[in-house]
């Protein structure tokens, strides 16, 4: 490897280490915000999903590695905040697990090894 080839590496390594604790503390206030402010699950998930979904836009416009498990968690707090404002009683909690059981089963039989 060269210094520049490292350098970018820990540059990355730096970049996503920041994007997580940006994302966490905005998560954090986020779901303090709504419930003082009393918003209602249906907007507390669905800005959930949007925070989740930001960060991963972010990892990908900043050549960070794009997690698709937390992609898949941002849709489903998205779904779950659209079917609760739109009163759609589908109980989001199953269709979680399955979507997360479906994803890992892709990921294990169709995804890159790791080293």
Same mark, same amino acid.
């Given at each position: ?6 350098a970018s590496m820990v540059d ?21 915000i709504a419930l003082l402010a ?25 050549? /960070? ?5 937390? *992609? +898949?968690?941002? =849709?489903?707090? %998205? $779904? #779950? ?13 199953? /269709? ?5 059981? *479906? +994803?890992?089963? =892709?990921?294990? %039989? $169709? #995804?890159?090894?790791?080293?």
């Amino acid at each position: 490897m060269t210094n520049n080839s490292v350098a970018s590496m820990v540059d990355r390594q730096s970049t996503a280490q920041k994007l997580d604790s940006l994302v966490w503390g905005l998560l954090l206030l986020w779901i303090g915000i709504a419930l003082l402010a009393n918003l209602g699950w249906g907007i507390g998930l669905l800005g959930i999903g949007v925070l989740l979904l930001g960060e991963q836009a972010a990892r990908a416009y900043a050549a /960070v590695k794009f997690e698709t498990f937390w *992609v +898949v968690v941002g =849709l489903v707090f %998205l $779904f #779950g905040g659209i079917s609760e404002l739109l009163s759609i009683r589908i109980s989001p909690i199953p /269709v979680a697990c399955i979507v997360a059981g *479906v +994803v890992l089963l =892709l990921s294990t %039989l $169709f #995804g890159k090894p790791r080293d």
